[in-house]
């Protein structure tokens, strides 16, 4: 016999604290699809999605509705594009990239991810010719998303693939100058990217991964700041060892449900379970945010001293929360910092409290990097490739996944509005310390290399 | 009949389940399963028993209500059928929380229960809790329910919304398992 508590507070996570499934990614492996013919490689690409994921959406809405816990999005990711697709040269790539955004639409889930290369060491002809397609295939498609690995802590940093990844974001955004910029809200830069990310707009299938694999990204932020609310009513003088154990609990919770859901969907599906992915990703709505955490954890604004400190808090009590829900944990699990994406964040960098060095300094700590983060449209590449290497170098060195998702909103400055619409969310552009001074370090090209993994300190 | 049922309802107090335990035993009976629960100042029981010395129920129940009857409590007891003693727990069922929340107002008990009953659905638990807040008192009924696999989750859940929703409840239809998996390890 269940009792009343258990009932009644699981009805309350789902009802009043946005607890769901953000997403049921489908990751389908397209390396037996190769061919040196494009339209016999987008024809079996396309019947290898649409066959695979054709129940997708129908099955996850079955046992959502069955476990009365919303699966708010299905997604698809696919093998690395760059290596699927390696023969082609860009226009083949764009033309692949059309394929997909199609094959998205067909089967009715809202991202298709995957035009991704890897290229942390080296940069091959199909990593060139996909990084070449990117602002096209950014323009042409909706659901498409693209990823780049341009780090890793064992191979170092690429920095020609940095260098070239400040001009493809330029790129991007000229190509839709017209949506604010919105093909770089679709394009996410990365140091020690994992194969097995269900969250947008880095997935991706990995070459290690099996044909297909059901990943599941859990949310669940404004469960832990309801969670945090009622420790601290109980006992206003809760310190921060009790509070860390109070998001742990409850990173457990949300843990086991995305673990059942996945487990059920694969079962459907007839697919191979892969991971859950326990990351606190909010979303625009109130309530639904990381930033509200740090407020309930006693800071006047994310962004003030102390931010990091609680960030670490949060980010390690969801991991071992996480870890102890299940034996699959894998992907991000951790606390997103998406400016945009949330309320509260894109409030505190509006009113300047949040700053885009402080953003830098949160990430050492948090699950993923400088991501939705808007900037000034005449930030030049080599500031943002400088930007980026940054960001890589904290992921390298650390031996974690960052990455960066920016976006130099075409013909806007400090202080705009930008609209992204739906889960992108709105923002306000913050300014860039010295923009344009870090072009002879850029040029410079090659590789940073890999850092020692021992003598760490 | 080896088996017998047994009840015993009435005002609580100390020393109704060592009365009834010792009365049993005197006649070699052996209690097999036992539940209890006491709702505000009324204790109710219900017991099956092995009765291997085949003893008649009728002098059981004398005895045991002689002794209770001064308790202000009754008993009272029927046979066990042989089907009820066999029945293995069904593979037709699949078990479900169905949770109410609403004004506290009579009939809302006979209207969701009766279309639970209507497709076939057990109720194996129940409990309602009475809350006031905002100057009005809200009932919260939480209902543990076998349902039949031919019955269609989503119907039911159509169902039960549309019941609630001419009484004002808001209605969630939930697998049992989602609460276990989320609380316990």
Known sequence: ?457 | MEKFVLSVIGQDKPGILSCVSTILFQYGCNIQDVSQTILQTEFASIFIVHNPGGHVLEEIARTLNQTLESMGLSAHLRPMASHEIDSPASANHEPFVITTQGPDQPGTISAVTTAMACLHCNVVHFRAITTHEEDQDTMIMIFEVDVPRAVDHRSLRKRMQEVGAGWGLDVSVQHREIFETIHRI
């Open chain 1, 1 to 457: 016999m269940l009792n009343d508590r258990e009932v009644l507070s699981t009805l309350s996570m789902i009802k009043n604290e946005h607890l769901d499934v953000r997403t049921v990614t489908l990751g389908i492996s397209l390396l037996d699809c190769a061919s040196h013919d494009l339209s016999r490689f987008t024809d079996a690409i396309y019947t290898r999605i649409t066959t695979m994921a054709k129940d997708l959406v129908a099955i996850c809405d079955e046992v959502g509705d069955r476990f009365g816990i919303p699966v708010v999005n299905k997604r698809i990711s696919v093998s690395p594009i760059a290596v699927a697709a390696a023969p082609f040269d860009s226009k083949g790539m764009v033309a692949v990239a059309k394929t997909l955004d199609q094959a998205a639409h067909d089967v009715g889930v809202d991202f298709i991810g995957g035009f991704t290369a890897l290229v942390e060491k080296g940069l091959a002809k199909g990593d060139l010719a996909l990084i070449d397609a990117i602002p096209e295939a950014l323009d042409v498609t909706q659901r498409m998303c693209s990823s780049i690995n341009v780090a890793s802590t064992r191979a170092g940093i690429n920095m020609d693939a940095v260098g070239l990844m400040g001009r493809t974001i330029k790129a991007a955004a000229k190509r839709t100058a017209d949506r604010d910029g919105l093909g770089c809200a679709k394009l996410v830069v990365f140091a020690n990217i994992p194969e097995d990310v269900p969250f947008m707009a880095g997935a991706y299938l990995g070459i290690g991964e099996a044909s297909s694999v059901i990943n599941v990204g859990v949310s669940g932020p404004g469960v832990v700041k309801r969670a945090i609310d009622r420790a601290v009513a109980e006992n206003p003088n809760a310190h921060l060892g009790e509070l860390s154990e109070v998001i742990k609990r409850t990173a457990y919770k949300v843990t086991r449900v995305g673990e059942i859901i996945g487990r059920e969907v694969a079962r459907l599906l007839g697919v191979e379970f892969g991971i859950v992915d326990l990351s606190l990703a909010p979303t625009p709505n109130v309530g639904d945010s990381v930033g509200e955490i740090f407020q309930s954890l006693g800071l006047g604004s994310i962004g003030v001293p102390g931010s990091t400190a609680a960030l670490a808090l949060i980010n390690d009590a969801v991991k071992k929360g996480g870890a102890f829900a299940s034996s699959r944990v894998g992907g991000l699990s951790g606390a997103f910092i998406p400016v945009s994406e949330d309320v509260n964040i894109a409030s505190a960098a509006a009113k300047g409290i949040l700053t885009l060095e402080k953003l830098e300094a949160l990430t050492a700590v948090c699950s993923v990097g400088l991501d939705m983060v808007a900037l000034p449209g005449d930030t030049s590449a080599e500031t943002l490739s400088g930007i980026i290497a940054d960001e890589m170098a904290i992921g390298m060195i650390n031996k974690k996944t960052t990455a960066a998702r920016l976006i130099p909103v075409p013909g806007k400055k400090v202080g705009d509005r930008v609209f992204f619409g739906g889960l992108l969310g709105e923002t306000t552009i913050i300014p860039v310390n010295s923009n344009g001074v870090s072009a002879d370090f850029i040029h410079r090209g090659g590789g940073i290399p890999a850092p020692l993994q021992a003598l760490i300190n």
